[in-house]
């Protein structure tokens, strides 16, 4: 299961340590969620979800100083007793040394942001979605096309890292090559990374590899981009039937999530670069509510009926 540890998210937050003296080393996040302890300072603890950062804003921080020594000592008490990674603190409001004294009685590492409480939530949860989406490693090259996040997929030689280049050449941007890592944020969104080792980099055989950033510069490049459009590349097989209009979809599967698949035929003299360019093009104006194969098929359905009103 992917896990977090809390000095990555100390860097990414720009978190303040409250509790110094408390080692993090061995704690790890395992969830995306996180919670604002609302009924738990009431003493509600029930329906309380372990594994989860708390964060406490202004409403909670309010609460807190108006609650008795006595019932703060009962409550945080139990919050802490909890399987409680972390607890931060917004707005750049600090608690008093009496919850400092049990958060440190418990070793639960307290933190402090400056930021707004409700958007340093949304950052934080967009982020850890990502962090700790399910992953896997599917073998294609990832290129951003006109803002649709194209991957293209095939047999090792058929010529998919040749079309990516003729993409970058075009003004597009790569993503991955070889290997793309996988991820599912949400039910309807994939995200596409490079594998840290070979992130901007590309192998053309005969070639060798070679540096994209460098050779083309930062605007040819980016870190991840969504899987909206797959091109799967094969060998033209001259007995088979190769979809001609696209009035129907294709489908793959990652993860649980349905993504456009389109199988493209490759042969001496096609430029796939220019088919990619144009499916991904073609993919964004049907978004837009507009399909190609659609208003072909309304022409002809209504030419057919003026000749057969015609004829009558």
Request: with cysteine; net charge negative.
């Amino acid at each position: 299961m992917a896990f977090l540890r809390i000095e990555e998210i100390i860097e990414k937050m720009n978190l303040t340590a409250l509790t110094p003296e408390i080692g993090t080393a061995d704690i790890k996040v395992r969830q995306a969620e996180v919670n604002r302890p609302a009924l738990e300072l009431t003493g509600y603890f029930d329906h309380f979800a372990p594994g989860r950062i708390q964060i406490i804003g202004l409403g909670e921080y309010s609460y807190i100083q108006q609650m008795t020594e006595e019932h703060k000592e009962k409550v945080f008490d139990k919050l802490f007793s909890q399987e409680v990674p972390m607890i931060i603190f917004t707005r750049g409001l600090a608690p008093d040394d009496h919850i400092l004294e049990i958060a440190r009685r418990h070793d639960k590492p307290m933190y402090m942001t400056s930021q707004a409480t409700s958007p340093f939530m949304a950052e934080m949860l967009r982020w850890l979605n990502v962090q700790l989406a399910p992953c896997i490693s599917v073998h294609g090259v990832l290129v951003d096309v006109y803002g649709v996040g194209l991957l293209l997929t095939g047999d090792s030689g058929v010529g998919k890292s040749e079309a990516a280049l003729e993409l970058i050449k075009r003004g597009h941007r790569l993503v991955s090559d070889d290997v793309v890592e996988i991820r599912r944020v949400s039910e309807v969104t994939l995200i596409g990374t490079a594998p840290a080792i070979t992130k901007h980099f590309i192998e053309l055989r005969g070639i060798g590899i070679i540096d994209v950033k460098t050779l083309f510069g930062v605007c040819s490049v980016r870190d991840s981009q969504t899987i909206d459009l797959e091109i799967h590349l094969e060998e033209w097989d001259r007995n088979r039937e190769y979809d001609r209009l696209g009035l129907e979809e294709n489908y793959t599967e990652y993860l649980g999530n349905r993504v456009v698949r389109h199988c493209v035929p490759v042969r001496p003299g096609r430029n796939v670069a220019i088919i990619c360019e144009s499916a991904a093009a073609n993919h964004r104006q049907k978004m837009m509510g507009y399909n190609a194969a659609q208003e072909l098929y309304q022409r002809v359905q209504s030419n057919l009926m003026r000749k057969n009103r015609g004829e009558d």
